[in-house]
């Protein structure tokens, strides 16, 4: 999957290092990140000079540290990529880090002001958050907690297309946990939402963060409980169906959780999915 970097290492441990010569510059804009790329290859802007002020610590990757621009200079001969293109470049790793970078970049960029008392946050120090001088309000991060659901009868699947993405491949059901909600419930809620259906067995299959949309990914397979017969919510889904074991075809990308599951889904027996 997209975080499977090994044998490189990711590293978000906070500190306030002071940037470097020869340390990675991260400029992001409207949830873009500016890189060099050259034949598919992406290259980060490299630290030279500069108010090291204007710099943020954010994580390492190996012994390449990542630090943002806080005054967003778009370094000449860069090219602005979206999540979506960073997927088409490599080496992996730096893939990985320019997702999460984007994610990170992002959320200090959206949270300048205090939104309770509108104030100017300051930076923490000693861990990632920021503070209101003001009101005192401290800000973390935020991960939107999500489910992907495999759900199971016999040797079929329920794959799902959204609408608007006719054209990707089928997913799975999937959806947004609410506020007061466990992520077991949100598991069968979604798939009651979305196709009608009651499930029992769940099973956590893994988890994957996904900066896309600042969520963590939490991968469940489940059987279906009682009646097949599908009720598509049309609100949000183009289709949704039953599909066999042998009519997925091979070769999904592994990259996304949803497509490593339908893979693990197509090459495993039902007893080895739930033990
Ligand atoms: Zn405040």
Known sequence: MLQDIAPHIYDNTFAPYAVEEGDYTVTI???????????????????????????????????????????RRIPEGTK??????????????LVYGACV???????????????????????DTKERMLT????????????????ITGVIHDDEIIMTQSLGWEKKHFGLVAGFAEIGESIEDCVRREVFEEVGLHVRDLTFYKSQPWPQSDSLLFGFFCRL???????????????ALWVDRKEIPEGRDQNSLTGEMIEYFRTHENKEIFG
């Not at 804009?29 to 500069?50: D, N, T």
Request: aromatic share 14%.
């Open 29 to 71: 804009e409207k949830r873009r990140i500016y890189l060099y790329e050259e034949e598919g290859r992406a290259l980060f802007p490299v630290y030279r000079e500069g108010d090291k002020e204007d710099y943020l610590y954010l994580f390492s990757v190996d012994e390449k540290r990542f630090f943002l621009d806080l005054k």
């Open 132 to 147: 209101c001088p003001d009101c005192h309000t401290a800000i973390y991060p935020r991960i939107n907690p999500c489910v």
């Open 225 to 239: 409980d009682g009646d097949p017969s599908i009720h598509r919510q049309e609100s949000e889904l183009a289709q």
């Open 101 to 123: 970078a984007i994610q990170l970049g992002s959320w200090y960029s959206d949270n300048v002001y205090c939104g309770r008392c509108g104030k100017k946050n300051v930076f």
């Open 80 to 93: 602005a990529c979206t999540f979506h293109e960073l997927q088409h470049l490599s080496p992996r790793y």
